[in-house]
């Protein structure tokens, strides 16, 4: 029968077991050894039959382990006799009774380890109950509120399966499973599935078991994981001991069963647990507890850890939040920069969609420096945001700072202030509007950002003038209008106010090597200030906040630490008047409105309001600044509107006429040394010449025109520069001898001479008008062209011409130095002299009554090489004539002239020896010396024209040729006796 119920009971799958079987199959058989070990082999799903198999399998052992402890009780060592059956190893002195027994006794050594196992394997079944249930209790609260260990931050979560738990979630391990696995095992895996009910139940059940592995349970909780949810698992600290507090543990039998003793286990080789590999074989240590610095490290460790792998801040600083919680020292200055940082990370305005948020670590946060950290809080804040960022996140952060210092027995209160000045200083002019704003004297104290007016003045200057803008103006004036207003503000103190405005100026004024005060040293300048001071300092402000707004609106906008810089500097003032007026672009007025606005703009900077404070042009005159401003209408070129505005003028706003007068010929000059091109009909030239035709037409306003045209004329002649280029206007006015440019276009132009009255008009134009000395100069270049041209015949026209101007400034010298005069005649000599020598000018009358001209007005000391060249004329001459009398002897009808040429030069000879007494003192030079004394004279004269007079037939060295046959001496002596006839005929004095 029993046989048949053990073969029934082996067939049955374990799915096929129930209690019916356990109680008709298995209970019948009376093997006790057999039923407890059916009931140990078998493992179940069902706990409930599972219970049962294990009640059944105790019931059947209990009477082993109290056989074996009878027989202990009653155990005599063996005598000699039977020592040698023994185990010769084994001696009684060492042998255990328990062990002898087991080896005597097999089927109690079975049934005690059974018994052992079976007593595990309830209590693990109960655990497992009690984890189920728990497991359960976290499974429904997760369904409820919809937390499914996710971080709510997460970038990645799918907001569909928000709140959802899978079947993995829910379930366990199977019963079996749990039954044989290792306990440490089983709660690495439940730690790594997150099912921390089940975890603390099978740790509170097994605590001895579990707390030597108690840290590596924790790393297998995956960071991402709140630590909120396992904080019942994580370490503690005792304050008293500064050692780890551990858990109270609660295992199912206080008092162990005999056979789970370590002397039982022994005997019958069954281990507690199974070691694998990776349980620690040593864990005496872990098993201690840790100290207070130890466990600090491990909270830092971990929070190391879930900070670099998933860069959850706010999952480290709830677990940093829980270590502090439970007296764990040195978390506090962690817990304060987690918590600085979530704030940064969660709590901070974020970039919008369009832009990637920065990956902020722990590690880049202890990098910051505090004016970092602020700028970080604040990045993305808005102007409706700004202030409440302030107070919710920099100002926490700020006072942590202090609590810091007092920490480090360096207290220091003034240090939030001090870090929030530095980043205003720091800001750009909007986000220091907003904070002002937030901070003006109107709102209560309570909501004010910056609670001292004072110090709202200092910043706010510190600011303004510190800054480089010259386009938020509108930002400007909000910050201004936060500013406060004390009752007993100044009042018409002139020399304080210069004064401040003095020492701000010499304060703001870049040094020498070039670098400019900056916002955080002005506010050093700004902080000795008293009350009185700043109100001062705020009413210089307004003057120049609102000069700074008239600047801008036409176009030449200034810092405002330029009004201080200029103030009292006349030469800066004036040229940022000038550059006012003349800037070009959108800005330059387009009408006669627009133009008389911009004056009263301008005299409105002479002045900063009603009170005694100067504006940006107060050391300028009301005259000079209504001269600036028609300068640059003049420079605009809008001549029309500019006669316009000269006469609405009137009262101190009106000009005289010498102002307009120098104001349009300095706008003309300026137009003109800017032209490109000398055509007067486009251009600049163009607007230098319409200019003139402002101002009254005066002798010099025409001058100026006629230079114009002159300058017009010469560049139409397109003279060269000595580059190569034609010559520019500027190149023209800068030409010292304006004679020279007469010069230049003769030379470079082949028949310009033959148009004498357009040089000479050219000549009066360059400003010769009346210089009868200049014009004979003009002359000599026209006769000096003609000579290089060989054209003999208008060569001989102007020197007709310069004869009759030299007699004419003889006749008539009033106002004309003798020095000119007699530069003049010396050149109209000299030129006449040259003509008439000249060999290939076969015009023989008019050679010689050239030749009577320079003997009437050559000096004395020069008469004698003139007449030796007349006397070769002359027989040349009466040669000449001799040849014509004989071939016209068949002729003889003809009548003969009353007197010839040679007669009426004679008579000229005549009278101009009877009126000059010649210096003799130079009458012993031979007549080639004496012309070559006449040539260097005529050559000095025109030297400085460089119209080429060396251009071959103008050397007096080539005069006669034959007439330097006689010996050097006997020529000497001959001009000697020559001079002394001479000399007597004219009455000269004989030495």
Not at 302 to 330: F, K, Y
Not at 364 to 370: C, D, I, S, T
Request: charged share 25%; aromatic share 8%.
């Amino acid at each position: 029968m029993a046989e048949e119920l053990c073969l029934k009971w082996n067939d049955l799958h374990d799915n096929e077991i129930s209690s019916e079987n356990i109680q008709s199959v298995l209970s019948p058989v009376q093997d006790d050894l057999w039923v407890a070990a059916a009931c140990a082999d078998r493992l179940l799903d069902d706990t409930r039959v599972q219970r049962e198999l294990l009640d059944l399998g105790l019931s059947r052992t209990e009477s082993a382990p109290q056989r074996v402890q009878d027989a202990i009780l009653t155990y005599v060592p063996p005598t000699e006799d039977h020592q040698e059956e023994e185990d010769p190893s084994l001696t009684p002195s060492s042998q255990d009774a328990l062990t002898i027994h087991f080896r005597h006794n097999d089927i109690d050594r079975q049934l005690c380890r059974i018994r052992a196992l079976l007593l595990d394997r309830l209590d693990r079944l109960l655990t497992y109950q009690e984890m189920v249930a728990a497991h359960q209790l976290q499974m429904d609260s997760k369904e409820e509120t919809g937390d499914a260990w996710e971080d709510p931050d997460d970038p990645w979560a799918d907001p569909d399966e928000e709140g959802t738990v899978t079947k993995e979630d829910r379930d366990l391990f199977s019963l079996p499973t749990f039954l044989i696995l290792d306990i440490s095992q089983a709660s690495f895996i439940l730690a790594s599935l997150g099912h921390f009910k089940a975890l603390e139940v099978l740790y509170a059940r097994y605590a001895s078991s579990l707390r030597p592995f108690r840290f590596q349970i924790l790393e297998y909780i995956p960071n991402h994981i709140s630590p909120t949810h396992y904080r019942n698992l994580l370490p503690a600290c005792d304050p008293s001991s500064d050692f780890e507090l551990f858990q109270e543990a609660k295992p199912w039998r206080e008092v162990l069963d005999w056979v789970e003793s370590e002397t039982v286990q022994r005997a019958t080789q069954l281990p507690a647990y199974l070691p694998t590999e990776e349980t620690p074989t040593d864990t005496s240590e872990l098993a201690k507890p840790l100290s207070g610095e130890q466990l600090s490290a491990w909270y830092k460790k971990r929070v190391e850890d879930t900070e670099t792998t998933c860069g959850m801040i706010g999952h480290c600083l709830a677990l940093i939040q829980h270590g502090a919680s439970q007296n764990v020292p040195d978390l506090d200055q962690l817990g304060e920069d987690l918590n600085l940082l979530a704030r940064l990370v969660y709590d901070a305005p974020q970039p919008d969609a369009k832009l990637v948020p920065p990956n902020w670590t722990l590690a880049a946060w202890r990098q910051l420096e505090p004016l970092d950290v602020i700028r970080a809080y604040l990045a993305y804040a808005t102007p409706e945001n700004f202030a409440t960022c302030i107070r919710r996140l920099v100002m926490p952060y700020l006072f942590v700072l202090e609590s810091r210092k007092e920490r480090q027995q360096q207290p220091d209160p003034e240090l939030p202030k001090r870090l929030l000045y530095q980043y205003i200083l720091q800001a750009p002019l909007e986000t220091v509007a907003v904070i002002l704003d937030a901070s003006k004297p109107t709102l209560p104290a309570a909501q004010r950002l910056i609670k001292d007016d004072q110090d709202i003045a200092r910043l706010a200057l510190a600011c303004l003038y510190g800054s480089n803008s010259t386009s938020e103006w509108s930002t400007m004036s909000r910050i201004f209008e936060c500013l406060p207003v004390w009752s007993d503000s100044y009042e018409g103190d002139e020399d304080a106010a210069d004064t401040t405005l003095a020492s701000l100026g010499d304060f703001v004024t870049p040094s020498t090597a070039g670098v400019t005060t900056s916002p955080t040293d002005l506010l050093i300048f700004f902080t000795p200030l008293p009350e009185m001071a700043l109100s001062r300092a705020l009413d210089i402000l307004d003057v120049h906040l609102e000069s700074g707004e008239i600047f801008a609106r036409w176009g030449v906008p200034a810092p405002l630490r330029w009004f201080l810089q200029s103030y009292n500097d006349v030469k800066e003032q004036r040229a940022w008047a000038t550059r006012m007026v003349r800037r070009s672009g959108p800005e330059l007025p387009e009408n006669l409105d627009e133009w008389r606005d911009l004056l009263d703009d301008m005299l409105k900077l002479l002045k900063g309001g009603d009170g005694p404070l100067k504006g940006a042009f107060g050391s300028l005159s009301r005259e000079e600044v209504t001269q600036i401003f028609f300068g640059g209408v003049l420079a605009s070129g809008d001549f029309d509107i500019a006669r316009k505005l000269l006469g609405s003028l009137r009262g101190d706003r009106a000009l005289g006429p010498s102002v307009i007068e120098n104001l349009c010929l300095t706008a003309s000059r300026e137009f003109y040394d800017n032209a490109s091109s000398g055509n007067l009909y486009q251009g600049d030239m163009r607007l230098a010449y319409d200019c003139l035709s402002v101002a009254s037409q005066s002798p010099v306003i025409l001058k100026e025109k006629e230079f114009i045209e002159a300058t017009s004329r010469i560049c139409s002649f397109n003279v060269l520069s000595r580059s190569g280029l034609p010559m520019t206007p500027l190149e023209i006015r800068l030409v010292k001898d304006r004679l020279s440019l007469i010069s230049q276009v003769l030379s470079g132009t082949d028949d310009a001479y033959k148009h004498s009255q357009v040089i000479l008009d050219l000549a009066d134009k360059l400003g010769f008008r009346g210089d009868m000395g200049s014009r004979i100069k003009v002359f000599a270049m026209l006769g000096d062209a003609a000579l290089q041209a060989e054209d003999f015949v208008a060569a001989s026209h102007s020197s007709e011409q310069m004869v009759e101007a030299v007699h004419t400034l003889q006749k008539h010298p009033e106002g004309v130095p003798q020095s000119s005069i007699d530069e003049a005649v010396e050149v109209c000599w000299h030129f006449c002299f040259q003509l008439g020598r000249q060999a290939e000018f076969r015009d023989l009358e008019t050679k010689l009554k050239l030749l009577g001209q320079a003997l009437q007005l050559c000096p004395s000391g020069n008469a004698v090489d003139v007449l030796n060249v007349w006397r070769r004329v002359e027989a040349e001459q009466t040669q000449i004539r001799r040849q014509m009398t004989k071939s016209r002897e068949a002729r003889r009808d003809r009548r003969r002239p009353e007197k010839t040429l040679a007669e009426l030069t004679a008579s000229s000879i005549r009278d101009r020896l009877s009126s000059f007494k010649p210096d003799l003192t130079h009458s012993h030079l031979v007549p080639t010396e004496a012309a070559a004394m006449a040539s260097r004279t005529l050559g000095r004269v025109t030297a400085s024209l460089p119209f080429g007079v060396a251009r071959g037939r103008s050397d007096l060295s080539q005069d006669e040729p034959r007439a330097r046959s006689q010996s050097p001496d006997v020529s000497a002596q001959a001009r000697q006796v020559l001079s002394k006839g001479i000399g007597w005929l004219i009455g000269g004095d004989d030495e």
